[in-house]
T-cell receptor, first 115, second 112 residues
Framework: GAGVSQSPSNKVTEKGKDVELRCDPI?????LYWYRQRLGQGLEFLIY????????KSGLPSDRFSAERTGESVSTLTIQRTQQEDSAVYLC?????????????FGQGTRLTVV | AQSVTQPDIHITVSEGASLELRCNYS??????LFWYVQSPGQGLQLLLK??????LVQGIKGFEAEFKRSQSSFNLRKPSVHWSDAAEYFC??????????FGTGTRLLVSP
């Protein structure tokens, strides 16, 4: 596609429910990243994929968070048993490779609100 | 561990005036430095990046940034601000692969 697409753009969920956030990267981009942006804070790295594997999951805040990527394309970030502190904007980015001097293109994010 | 500090949460600049947004980083080796802009309802867009070489980096939309190793700074500048520049600006540092560490952002307001 023309850019990184994320869905849904907004999600309101009840505490304790599971949610799935989707990211469609730019076609041909092998690297994919998830970040979280809490209100008034910078972006926190969550996880990155090179192809379908995730060499670095160090940013996932708890075992309630998981992510997968299939077909070197779509990625899904799943949050189980959501808590109010999970409320944030979740941003996905993709780049041609994991090398730092290749530009990462960001989607518009999914705004998650846990009530 | 690397970190980024953007000391100004909000900045208001008159249209046509010059702009400087501050960014200080902490990183043991030569840093890779980035400035991104986030407009309302938009994703982050890369303005410019520094990896090595000339310490004055030109970016898109008339922005530039200067890397000063002695001050651990990478300040963003623009000589004349336009109303369309109102947005949130993020400085980031990267190391190795693209695991970027972002600052908390500076919101730019442009007054008429």
């Amino acid at each position: 596609g023309a850019g990184v697409s994320q869905s849904p753009s907004n999600k309101v969920t009840e505490k304790g429910k599971d949610v799935e956030l989707r990211c469609d990267p730019i076609s041909g981009h092998t690297a994919l990243y998830w970040y979280r942006q809490r209100l008034g804070q910078g972006l926190e790295f969550l996880i990155y994929f090179q192809g379908n594997s995730a060499p670095d999951k160090s940013g996932l805040p708890s075992d309630r968070f998981s992510a997968e990527r299939t077909g070197e394309s779509v990625s899904t970030l799943t949050i189980q048993r959501t808590q109010q502190e999970d409320s944030a904007v979740y941003l996905c980015a993709s780049s041609l490779s994991e090398v730092v001097n290749t530009e990462a293109f960001f989607g518009q994010g999914t705004r998650l609100t846990v009530v | 561990a690397q970190s980024v500090t953007q000391p100004d949460i909000h900045i208001t600049v008159s249209e046509g005036a010059s702009l400087e947004l501050r960014c200080n980083y902490s990183y043991g080796a030569t840093p890779y430095l980035f400035w991104y802009v986030q407009s309302p309802g938009q994703g982050l867009q890369l303005l410019l990046k520094y990896f090595s070489g000339d310490t004055l980096v030109q970016g898109i939309k008339g922005f530039e940034a200067e890397f000063k190793r002695s001050q651990s700074s990478f300040n963003l500048r623009k000589p004349s601000v336009h109303w369309s520049d109102a947005a949130e600006y993020f400085c980031a540092v990267g190391a190795g692969f693209q695991k970027l560490v972002f600052g908390t952002g500076t919101r730019l307001l442009v007054s008429p």
